[in-house]
């Protein structure tokens, strides 16, 4: 049988769908309060890492020897989960004067207390835990946090290159 296109490897959790969820799940718990692009892609890949936070249950994704995030490839599929969200009500657009903000939609809260798989628990319970974790902290605060784990990615990831002999 003839092949439609080319195949591409499946990216099991971390395809638009699941990062939408996941989004939703953020913006629920964190409901009233709006995140730009930049914070919801950063809480998305802490969401499934919760154990490298101080003090953090345990991560929904198992740990893996290089972590990094590829910042741009994970922010495209976090707005791509974001539109296919707001397509759905589950998620708005909200103009502010820093920018464009999402907020949790009108039917995020019916959609979120349907899920009822294992694992969607979770990931509901994470959301909220990760939401209280950092509600004290600013903008700069958050901000410098995210630039450590990115640092500390970057190290690893150097380290992992010099392990295999790479130049």
């Known amino acids: 049988m003839d092949s439609l296109g080319p195949s591409r490897p499946q990216a099991t959790f971390n395809g638009p769908l699941e990062a ?4 939703v799940a953020l913006l629920g718990a964190a409901y009233p309060q709006a995140f730009d692009l930049q914070r919801l892609t950063a809480l998305d890949y802490l969401l499934v890492r ?12 198992p740990p893996t020897p290089l972590r990094s995030p590829e910042a741009e490839v994970r922010r495209r599929i976090v707005h791509q989960g974001l539109t296919l969200m707001v397509s759905r009500d589950l998620a708005r657009h909200v103009a502010k004067e820093s920018g464009l903000m999402y907020v949790a939609g009108e039917n995020a809260a019916v959609f979120l207390d349907a899920l009822q798989s294992p694992y969607l628990l979770k990931l509901k319970d994470r959301a909220n835990w990760l939401i209280r974790y950092f509600s004290g902290y600013s903008d700069a605060e958050f901000n410098a946090i995210v630039r450590q784990y990115f640092e500390d990615w970057i190290i690893e990831f150097q380290e992992f290159e010099r392990s295999i002999g790479a130049s």
């Open 20 to 23: 939408g969820i996941r989004a």
């Open 50 to 61: 919760t154990r490298d936070l101080n003090g953090g249950p345990e991560s929904l994704h």
